[in-house]
């Protein structure tokens, strides 16, 4: 295999991968105490490039802000130390995992003196939910378990101690034979994905639930609301969509940094449309994939090429 991936950068320095651990007691184990980010390099026409760095790296930031963590690095540093590391492991097409928790020093719920540790690695990873997802749609079911509202851990910062609901939601699914969850929000309607965000065409037009949904503010779902609107279609970005409208749509699709954009073909054994890819999502999905791999030359500003 062309692509050698040996090397985790860690707290400013470059490490072999088997190398990159911490120590048990550390604060963000025992208390979900960590904030990170999921970010894409295309192998674009014009050669490698992160798709939107800046937009992650600035919610990377940001998702410190409700637990006072201070990222002991620059972001130009990050930026720096993500694409070295990316050259030196000659990744083309790869997934990239920044993350930042709290460290050992002590285990009291306040983190008192732990520091912030902060680490960058990136794989190879092709569809999240497989390559017949990207093109047939998936079948999914509204999870039993409600995401935890905004007034409960602030739902807009990427934490690890988060993903507890999300594996909840996912893993029940799969146990009944569904490739993936939707999650209601604390009011009963349609927040998103366990890591997705969730869109729905109903008479050309589209809607997604609004920030207040107590949903993750989706860089795919900004990109997506975006090139809807290039092409003309209305898009509600601050949609309340209640579950029973699920089984009405003529269309729904998920979107996310890993799932790119996934076709929704059944909602707990309702068929949604003719139960393929529908044409909205389907010219969604191409305008996506001609955008992140450069076939165009719209939003150039969304790349960093290595
Ligand atoms: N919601 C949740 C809960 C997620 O984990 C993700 C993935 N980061 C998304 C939505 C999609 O966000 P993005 O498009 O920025 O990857």
């Given at each position: 295999d062309e692509m050698d991936v040996d090397t985790i950068w860690m707290n400013g320095e470059f490490l072999d991968w088997d190398d990159a651990n911490i120590h048990v007691l550390s604060h963000g184990l025992h208390y979900g105490t960590g904030i990170f980010e999921g970010v894409r390099c295309y192998d674009t026409e014009n050669g490698p490039a992160i798709f939107r760095w800046d937009e992650h790296l600035q919610r990377f930031y940001d998702s410190t802000k409700p637990y006072d963590m201070e990222i002991p690095y620059e972001p130009s540093e990050l930026t720096e130390a993500t694409l070295e590391l990316l050259r030196r492991q000659n990744l083309e097409s790869c997934y990239i995992r920044p993350i930042a928790y709290y460290g050992y020093d002590s285990l009291g719920v306040s983190p008192g003196d732990c520091?912030?540790?902060?680490?960058?690695?990136?794989?190879?990873?092709?569809?999240?939910?497989?390559?017949?997802?990207?093109?047939n749609g998936i079948e999914v079911m509204v999870s039993s378990w409600r995401k935890h509202a905004s007034s409960q851990i602030p739902t807009n910062a990427k934490t690890t101690g988060l993903y507890v609901n999300s594996l909840l939601a996912g893993e029940e699914a799969r146990r009944n034979g569904y490739a993936?969850?939707?999650?209601?929000?604390?009011?009963?309607?349609?927040?998103?994905?366990?890591?997705?965000?969730?869109?729905?065409?109903?008479?050309?037009?589209?809607y997604t639930p609004g920030l207040s949904q107590s949903i993750l503010d989706g860089i795919t779902r900004d990109t997506v609301i975006k090139l809807a609107r290039e092409r003309g279609y209305e898009v509600d970005d601050?949609?309340?969509?209640?579950?029973?409208?699920?089984?009405?749509?003529?269309?729904?699709f998920f979107t996310g940094s890993a799932a790119e954009v996934t076709p929704i073909r059944?909602?707990?054994?309702?068929?949604i449309g003719d139960g393929s890819r529908g044409p909205v999502t389907e010219e969604l999905q191409s305008a996506f994939f001609d955008l992140v791999e450069r076939r165009t030359d719209d939003h150039e500003e969304w790349f960093d090429y290595i």
């Amino acid at each position: 295999d062309e692509m050698d991936v040996d090397t985790i950068w860690m707290n400013g320095e470059f490490l072999d991968w088997d190398d990159a651990n911490i120590h048990v007691l550390s604060h963000g184990l025992h208390y979900g105490t960590g904030i990170f980010e999921g970010v894409r390099c295309y192998d674009t026409e014009n050669g490698p490039a992160i798709f939107r760095w800046d937009e992650h790296l600035q919610r990377f930031y940001d998702s410190t802000k409700p637990y006072d963590m201070e990222i002991p690095y620059e972001p130009s540093e990050l930026t720096e130390a993500t694409l070295e590391l990316l050259r030196r492991q000659n990744l083309e097409s790869c997934y990239i995992r920044p993350i930042a928790y709290y460290g050992y020093d002590s285990l009291g719920v306040s983190p008192g003196d732990c520091p912030t540790d902060v680490a960058i690695a990136a794989w190879p990873w092709g569809a999240y939910l497989g390559e017949d997802a990207l093109e047939n749609g998936i079948e999914v079911m509204v999870s039993s378990w409600r995401k935890h509202a905004s007034s409960q851990i602030p739902t807009n910062a990427k934490t690890t101690g988060l993903y507890v609901n999300s594996l909840l939601a996912g893993e029940e699914a799969r146990r009944n034979g569904y490739a993936e969850a939707i999650v209601l929000n604390k009011e009963g309607n349609v927040a998103e994905g366990p890591g997705e965000n969730i869109f729905l065409v109903r008479d050309e037009t589209i809607y997604t639930p609004g920030l207040s949904q107590s949903i993750l503010d989706g860089i795919t779902r900004d990109t997506v609301i975006k090139l809807a609107r290039e092409r003309g279609y209305e898009v509600d970005d601050s949609a309340v969509i209640s579950r029973g409208e699920l089984h009405t749509a003529d269309e729904l699709f998920f979107t996310g940094s890993a799932a790119e954009v996934t076709p929704i073909r059944q909602v707990d054994n309702v068929q949604i449309g003719d139960g393929s890819r529908g044409p909205v999502t389907e010219e969604l999905q191409s305008a996506f994939f001609d955008l992140v791999e450069r076939r165009t030359d719209d939003h150039e500003e969304w790349f960093d090429y290595i």
